[in-house]
C-alpha cells in the first residue's frame, strides 16, 4: 500500500493528482506544517529536509514531489511520453518547474504573505521572477497543447500544482496575462482526478492561524 504524506499545498497537490490519474489506492498521512509536525524525529526519518510531499510504496521511501511524480509515472508507465523527443521535453518543463517557477513562487509567496515586514526589494525580486517564468511557460503553451508536446504529463501535473494557485501570487487578475497557461490549467481543473484530489482536502482538520508558532514551524530559521 502507497502512502502518500500530504498537507494540501502545491507541491503535494502535485503528487495526489498524479495518484488520482493513475487511480491507486493509498493512504494519507496527514502532515500539519502549520504546527510543525514535519520537524519531528518520525517524519525526518522518512523525510531528512522536513518536507512534504513523501511516499512510502512498501520497502521505497521517496521524497521530493518532482521525483515522486518520475518515480510513479515511470513504474506504472503512464503520463512520461514514449517518443524520445517529447520525453526530453517533458524531462525540460518538470524542471524548469522544479528549479524555477516553484521556487521563485514559493518566495514570492513568503515576501508578500508571510514576512515580518515589507521587503520592496525581494517583492520586486520574486514577483519580477514568477512573472519571466509564466511568460516563458505561456509562449510554450502558445505552440504546444502540453508542456511535453501533445500528450498531458507530469509536467502539466507540476505546472497545475502551482499556477492553480497563481491567485495568491498576482491577486484578482489570476493568469489573466497568460492565456495559454490558464488555458492548460482550466483544462487540468476540469479532469475527476483534480476532483478527486480536492477532495482529499475537505476530510483535514488543519491549522490555518499564522500565529507565532505557525512562523516558527515554517520559517524556524528566523527565530
Given at each position: 500500500m502507497l502512502k502518500l504524506y500530504f498537507h494540501p499545498s502545491?507541491?503535494?497537490?502535485?503528487?495526489?493528482?498524479?495518484?488520482?490519474?493513475?487511480?491507486?489506492?493509498?493512504?494519507?498521512?496527514?502532515?500539519?506544517?502549520?504546527?510543525?509536525?514535519?520537524?519531528?524525529?518520525?517524519?525526518?526519518?522518512?523525510?531528512?529536509?522536513?518536507?512534504?510531499?513523501?511516499?512510502?510504496?512498501?520497502?521505497?521511501?521517496?521524497?521530493?514531489?518532482?521525483?515522486?511524480?518520475?518515480?510513479?509515472?515511470?513504474?506504472?508507465?503512464?503520463?512520461?511520453?514514449?517518443?524520445?523527443?517529447?520525453?526530453?521535453?517533458?524531462?525540460?518543463?518538470?524542471?524548469?518547474?522544479?528549479?524555477?517557477?516553484?521556487?521563485?513562487?514559493?518566495?514570492?509567496?513568503?515576501?508578500?504573505?508571510?514576512?515580518?515586514?515589507?521587503?520592496?526589494?525581494?517583492?520586486?525580486?520574486?514577483?519580477?521572477?514568477?512573472?519571466?517564468h509564466y511568460r516563458v511557460l505561456d509562449e510554450r503553451l502558445s505552440r504546444s497543447p502540453y508542456l511535453a508536446g501533445h500528450e498531458y504529463s507530469i509536467a502539466d501535473m507540476a505546472l497545475w500544482g502551482w499556477a492553480n494557485s497563481a491567485g495568491y501570487i498576482f491577486g484578482e487578475r489570476g493568469l489573466a496575462d497568460y492565456p495559454n497557461v490558464k488555458r492548460l490549467v482550466d483544462e487540468v481543473s476540469a479532469r475527476p482526478a483534480v476532483t478527486r484530489a480536492h477532495a482529499l482536502k475537505t476530510t483535514l482538520k488543519l491549522k490555518t492561524e499564522m500565529d507565532d508558532e505557525t512562523r516558527r514551524a515554517l520559517f524556524p530559521q528566523n527565530h
Open positions: 502545491p507541491n503535494p497537490m502535485k503528487v495526489a493528482l498524479l495518484l488520482e490519474e493513475l487511480q491507486l489506492p493509498f493512504e494519507l498521512g496527514v502532515v500539519d506544517i502549520f504546527k510543525g509536525q514535519q520537524h519531528a524525529p518520525e517524519f525526518l526519518k522518512i523525510n531528512p529536509n522536513g518536507k512534504v510531499p513523501a511516499l512510502i510504496d512498501d520497502d521505497v521511501t521517496l521524497f521530493d514531489s518532482h521525483a515522486i511524480l518520475l518515480y510513479l509515472a515511470e513504474k506504472h508507465g503512464q503520463f512520461v511520453p514514449s517518443q524520445p523527443a517529447e520525453r526530453a521535453a517533458m524531462l525540460s518543463w518538470l524542471q524548469f518547474v522544479a528549479t524555477g517557477l516553484s521556487p521563485f513562487s514559493g518566495q514570492a509567496v513568503h515576501f508578500l504573505h508571510y514576512a515580518p515586514e515589507p521587503v520592496p526589494y525581494a517583492q520586486n525580486r520574486y514577483m519580477k521572477e514568477v512573472e519571466r
